[in-house]
């Protein structure tokens, strides 16, 4: 039978040196009390220190919750994980090589539970391959206190592979909603599942000891079974959190539909204003097709279910988010990785399962850097590594890959009218330059895989052809070499002919996605022709 404690309690039992799992992308799923306790345990007393901590999605809100609570020099030694730009203390403990840094796809972070947990020898998978985590581009090691390799190329069957080694979890720290009194554990109010039940496993099978923080105390025996995600042999303590703050449901605090608790109208998000990021999510959203198995990623995409919705198509298709919700509308920024309305809610570790495997049809990415070969980055910025959350994972196996973003960055502004477009004060930076500073996706890679990438911009469309960056579609308004070749430090191939951008994308109404793919699909198809 679990023990409850107050979350100090729980705290002084974490051992020097101890490797930490967490749970949490964003501010769901994170046992905030505990890492408070944390932290205050390591001010006031010096311990627990040297943590090795391990976690799969960003866990932060931006400022100083989730893990930036242990983002103290002696606190964590060793960092693993999937994204550190949520945790701003985090990010500056690693940027100052103050610990040792190994960044790993989430989907890869997540799915390493259940080896570690069943005692085999590493997750053997193809992802990663050609990126920057793959050990002859740097391993995903963030700072020069990173010196051994973490993962290994292999091969099999003649097929190469990387494997992410397992390696003992000694604490796991995870969140749930109600614990009964033996200490079964429900994720009732939880907007997403996460990976609470793998790592719990993990961590008992190492030997290690599991900590719970919850809401709420149920009578033994009154939970139902199917509602318990982890059970009481798992759990060595709870703590229930002593107020709303140390629990929150999201960053942006609590909304029963993205439990499934209530529906919303679907006209709840709205999308962008006109202007360059409207423009890029309407082109985007024009290879939409009927009955596809959509992810939408931060940024630019994630205005994508709004405009779906507001476009009466979204439910033409299925739109889904890493950690594991399937249907409704994906949230973005602090509610990014949940979706009012879904239809199903299922673990992170089956999600990436899904994905790895080549279960989604498109996927809907930002773009932050792209070069003359196709090679995408998003996970380093100007020396600044911040990793790639899902991203690696997401984009793999997806049969369609469409990169959303502005053409430049900082500054940018434009003017729409007439069905044209035109820059009124170019960005300061460019985006599509010779070499990006990080390789988080891999234009060799696809091309090799077969798979059909695009970068929609708000002027300019390109598409990967035969290793090559084309040019396809152009704005009307926009001037070929001055707003587009003058702002790229390579020169593309340009498509013959070179298509304009539909016109109909730089007016302030659209109303004009529901026929587009109807009509792309094989039956609007045959029914147009009829």
């Known amino acids: 039978m679990a023990e409850f404690l107050s979350a100090d309690e729980a705290v002084a039992r974490i051992p020097d040196g101890a490797t930490i799992g967490m749970t949490g992308i964003v501010m769901c799923g994170v046992a905030e009390e505990v890492a408070v306790a944390i932290e205050r345990a390591f ?20 400022q100083k919750g989730g893990v930036a609570h242990l983002g103290h020099e ?32 989430q989907g890869v972070g997540a799915q390493l539970y259940r080896e570690i947990a069943a005692h085999r020898p590493g997750l053997i998978t193809h992802v990663g391959i050609g990126t920057f985590v793959d050990p ?15 993962v290994k ?83 060595d303590y709870v703590v229930v959190a002593s107020s709303p703050e140390f629990h929150p449901q999201t960053a942006g605090g609590f909304d029963p539909a993205l439990s499934g608790d209530l529906r919303v109208p679907r006209t709840a998000a709205k999308p962008p204003p006109l202007g360059a990021r409207a423009v890029v999510v309407r082109r985007a959203a024009m290879e939409l097709a009927p009955g596809a198995v959509v992810n939408l990623g931060v940024g630019y995409p994630d205005a994508m279910g709004g405009l779906a919705a507001e476009e009466g198509v979204d439910e033409m298709v299925t739109l889904t988010t890493e950690p594991g919700a399937v249907g409704g509308e994906p949230g973005a920024d602090l509610f990014f990785g949940t979706s009012r309305n879904a239809e199903a809610l299922i673990e992170q570790p089956a999600m990436f399962d899904w994905y790895d495997g080549g279960g989604l049809d498109m996927a809907f990415l930002g773009l932050a850097q792209a070069d003359q070969h196709g090679n995408v980055n ?22 369609t890959v469409v990169y959303c973003g502005s053409f430049t960055a900082g500054g940018l502004e434009v003017a729409t009218g007439d069905g044209r477009l035109r820059v ?52 009307p308004g926009i001037d070929l070499e001055r707003n587009v070749l003058a702002q790229m430090e ?27 793919i109807t009509a792309a699909s094989p039956a609007g198809a045959s029914a147009a022709g009829a």
């Open 424 to 475: 009124t004060k170019e960005g300061k930076f460019k985006k599509f330059v010779s070499a990006v500073e990080q390789i988080t996706f891999s234009g060799a890679e696809a091309t090799r895989r077969g798979q059909r990438i695009l970068y929609v911009t708000e002027r300019a469309v390109f598409e990967l052809h035969e290793g090559r960056m084309t040019l396809t579609e152009l704005a």
């Open 43 to 62: 001010r006031d007393r010096g311990h627990p220190r040297d943590l090795t901590l391990v976690h799969a999605a960003g866990i932060g809100n931006w």
């Open 136 to 150: 002859r581009l740097g391993g995903g090691r963030m700072n020069q206190a990173t010196t051994a390799d973490y």
């Open 490 to 516: 390579f020169t593309p191939v340009v498509a013959e002919p070179l298509a304009p951008m539909p016109g109909h994308l730089f007016y302030e109404k659209w109303g004009k996605l529901r026929s587009i």
């Open 378 to 399: 998003v996970s380093r910025f100007s020396g600044h590594d911040v990793g790639p959350g899902g991203f690696i994972n997401i984009t793999q196996a997806t049969k």
């Open 153 to 235: 190329v292999i091969e099999i069957e003649g097929q190469e592979y990387l494997l992410y080694p397992s390696f003992p979890i000694d604490v796991a720290v995870i969140r749930g909603t109600t614990a009964d009194e033996r200490g079964n554990v429900t994720l009732d109010e939880e907007a997403v599942l996460l990976g609470q039940l793998s790592m719990a496993q993990a961590a008992k099978n190492s030997g290690g000891i599991v900590i719970a923080q919850v809401k709420y105390v149920a009578q033994a025996g009154t939970l139902h079974p199917k509602h318990v995600r982890v059970p009481a042999p798992l759990v």
């Open 74 to 105: 002696g606190l964590v030694t060793k960092w693993i994980g999937g994204h550190t730009g949520a945790a701003p203390a985090m990010a500056h403990l690693i940027e100052e090589n103050h610990c040792q840094a190994y960044c790993i796809p």
